[in-house]
């Protein structure tokens, strides 16, 4: 790279391929060159631009909501393309609903990203994107579909091998333990039931473990789920939860008298896990940065217009261990 090409970036002498200026700019702010915000203005000009889709589940939801304004910000960050960020929210796990959505938005954006259950009608939705040239990338949790461009999120299994082994540390193997499931068809949540499993095995095997009570990742369904773990098992020890819905989990805790005695496990930060660590009701929240999360998927899908194709596949986000301490 040589001033000739510096100099056609920095007074628009002339066109210049936009990976080319972005080197410029990397450059320039390496070595603190003043006139550095006059270069990313002309990298901005240079600059692609496109339509980044984001479909996330219920919208009422606080970790939907941060999520969404974590995209917005990694979205506007976005230094090699041009980017407006267009989100979608689907209330509702039906398969047939968020293939519907995956196909209407896919049919606006130039790249997509889904929180999505796993299903055959959601497969050939993601197909049908790519077929379109719209690569499509799972967030949060997998999917299945061949044509997925890749996967932005935690490792389930690595994540639920972690609560195992914290649980194990936790408890006594005289006592059962109850797991809580949103839904296995969210792949995410799946990962994670098979990784704590495999490691209370390893670390606790004479624990007894419950069967899973799936909720269908609703607060209300999850609050009476545990009520009735909580009423059947005397001897409860520990509960494993994967999914939304740790506020009614705590409550029905607290209810019965045995917030603190059984030690509880969850995941994703949020204002009611922060509140059941603070009282004592959880032990232990396992939880992806959601700032990171979305400068991943931001990054790997302005990657995508760039190349005119999905690149690969990103590494898995590194999750944090909160504690009531930690907080």
């Known amino acids: 790279m040589g001033i000739a090409t510096v100099?056609?970036?920095?007074?628009?002498?002339?066109?210049?391929?936009?990976?080319?200026?972005?080197?410029?700019?990397?450059?320039?702010?390496?070595?603190?060159?003043?006139?550095?915000?006059l270069l990313r203005h002309r990298l901005s000009q240079l600059a692609p631009t496109c339509k980044l889709g984001f479909l996330l589940q219920k919208e009422g939801k606080w970790v939907y909501q941060r999520l969404a304004n974590a995209l917005r910000i990694a979205v506007d960050e976005c230094r090699n393309v041009r980017a407006e960020p267009v989100f979608s929210f689907v209330g509702s796990l039906s398969a047939d609903a968020l293939a519907a959505e995956i196909r209407r938005l896919g049919a606006e954006?130039?790249?997509?990203?889904?929180?999505?259950?796993?299903?055959?009608?959601?497969?050939?939705?993601?197909?049908?994107?790519?077929?379109?040239?719209?690569?499509?990338?799972?967030?949060?949790?997998?999917?299945?579909?061949?044509?997925?461009?890749?996967?932005?999120?935690?490792?389930?299994?690595?994540?639920?091998?972690?609560?195992?082994?914290?649980?194990?540390?936790?408890?006594?193997?005289?006592?059962?333990?109850?797991?809580?499931?949103?839904?296995?068809?969210?792949?995410?949540?799946?990962?994670?039931?098979?990784?704590?499993?495999?490691?209370?095995?390893?670390?606790?095997?004479?624990?007894?473990?419950?069967?899973?009570?799936?909720?269908?990742?609703?607060?209300?369904?999850?609050?009476?789920?545990?009520?009735?773990?909580?009423?059947?098992s005397a001897g409860l020890a520990g509960i494993y939860h994967s999914g939304g819905g740790v506020g009614g989990v705590a409550r029905a805790l607290e209810e019965s008298g045995r917030a603190g005695e059984i030690t509880y496990i969850c995941h994703s930060r949020s204002p009611d896990s922060e509140r059941a660590l603070m009282t004592g009701t959880a032990d232990l929240v396992i939880s992806a940065d959601f700032n990171q999360l979305a400068k991943q998927v931001a990054d790997a899908m302005a990657d995508a217009v760039l190349r005119g194709h999905a690149g690969p596949e990103p590494a898995p986000l590194r999750f944090e261990l909160l504690t009531k301490e930690s907080l």
């Not at 056609?8 to 060159?33: K, S, Y």
């Not at 209300?220 to 059947?232: F, I």
């Open 7 to 37: 100099d056609r970036v920095l007074n628009a002498r002339a066109p210049v391929a936009p990976d080319t200026a972005a080197r410029v700019v990397a450059a320039a702010e390496a070595v603190g060159f003043h006139g550095k915000a």
């Open 109 to 232: 954006v130039d790249v997509l990203a889904v929180v999505s259950v796993d299903h055959p009608a959601v497969s050939d939705a993601v197909q049908e994107c790519n077929a379109r040239g719209v690569p499509v990338y799972a967030l949060l949790s997998p999917l299945r579909a061949p044509d997925i461009a890749g996967y932005v999120g935690v490792d389930g299994v690595v994540a639920g091998r972690t609560a195992g082994w914290a649980m194990a540390r936790m408890t006594s193997s005289q006592g059962e333990i109850g797991i809580l499931l949103g839904s296995h068809r969210y792949l995410g949540q799946d990962a994670n039931e098979r990784g704590f499993r495999s490691a209370m095995l390893d670390y606790q095997p004479g624990t007894a473990i419950c069967d899973t009570m799936v909720y269908l990742d609703d607060e209300t369904v999850a609050y009476g789920a545990a009520q009735e773990l909580l009423d059947r």
